[in-house]
Nanobody, 124 residues
Framework: QVQLVESGGGLVQAGGSLRLSCAAS????????MAWFRQAPGKEREFVAA????????YYADSVKGRFTISRDNAKNTGYLQMNSLKPEDTAAYYC?????????????????WGQGTQVTVSS
């Protein structure tokens, strides 16, 4: 069993930066692929970024490519999402997800474990 806890959300002005963290319990996290998703009010949850267990491969949604960076520190059992050049349309609850699978995927149904989410609000 893996439990995920996100932190680092908050209120930021457009153009600013935030770094989200996803702390995982359980020794198996280092072998799990990890991803970030987000859900804005009134919208469906959408894929943001994913990373392999080793951190050697990453995958981004077109809307965040070049602005967001996903990374992980397996020694700390923690994943990260560095968000730069934030826009008001990035406002959403952000969720991290993990799964024992190998291939990167944007399919939410492929992820077994989810955190409770952290709110990011970008003001214009």
């Amino acid at each position: 069993q893996v439990q995920l806890v996100e932190s680092g959300g908050g209120l930021v002005q457009a153009g600013g930066s935030l770094r989200l963290s996803c702390a995982a319990s359980g020794r198996t996290f280092s072998s799990y692929r990890m991803a970030w998703f987000r859900q804005a009010p009134g919208k469906e949850r959408e894929f943001v970024a994913a990373i392999t267990w080793s951190g050697s491969s990453t995958y981004y949604a077109d809307s965040v490519k070049g602005r967001f960076t996903i990374s992980r520190d397996n020694a700390k059992n923690t994943g990260y999402l560095q968000m730069n050049s934030l826009k008001p349309e990035d406002t959403a609850a952000y969720y991290c997800a993990g799964d024992p699978g190998v291939l990167l995927t944007r399919d939410q149904s492929r992820y077994s474990y989810w955190g409770q989410g952290t709110q990011v609000t970008v003001s214009s």
